[in-house]
Nanobody
Framework: QVQLVESGGGLVQAGGSLRLSCAAS????????MAWFRQAPGKEREFVAV????????NYADSVKGRFAISRDNAKNTVYLQMNSLNPGDTAVYYC???????????????WGQGTQVTVSS
């Protein structure tokens, strides 16, 4: 069982940066691929980024490629999302999630955090 707690969200102006963190409980963090998803009001939850168990492999949604960076520290049981060049279209609740498979679809993830709000003003 893994419990996930996100932090680092907030209000930022367009062009600014935020760094999200997701702290995991339990001794098995390194056995899970970790991902970030986001959900804007009235929209479906969408994939943002995923990182492999070791951190050697990452993948991003086209909409954030080149602006966002996912990383993890298995010694600290934490996954991060560095978000740069933010724009109002990035406004959403951001969720971290854990999976044995590391795919890009929400239904392949067993563990979810409660989410953290990111709001980008124009």
């Amino acid at each position: 069982q893994v419990q996930l707690v996100e932090s680092g969200g907030g209000l930022v102006q367009a062009g600014g940066s935020l760094r999200l963190s997701c702290a995991a409980s339990g001794p098995t963090f390194s056995t899970y691929a970790m991902a970030w998803f986001r959900q804007a009001p009235g929209k479906e939850r969408e994939f943002v980024a995923v990182i492999s168990r070791s951190g050697a492999s990452t993948n991003y949604a086209d909409s954030v490629k080149g602006r966002f960076a996912i990383s993890r520290d298995n010694a600290k049981n934490t996954v991060y999302l560095q978000m740069n060049s933010l724009n109002p279209g990035d406004t959403a609740v951001y969720y971290c999630a854990g999976s044995l498979y590391g795919r890009e679809t929400p239904d392949s993830y067993s563990y979810w955090g409660q989410g953290t709000q990111v709001t980008v003003s124009s």
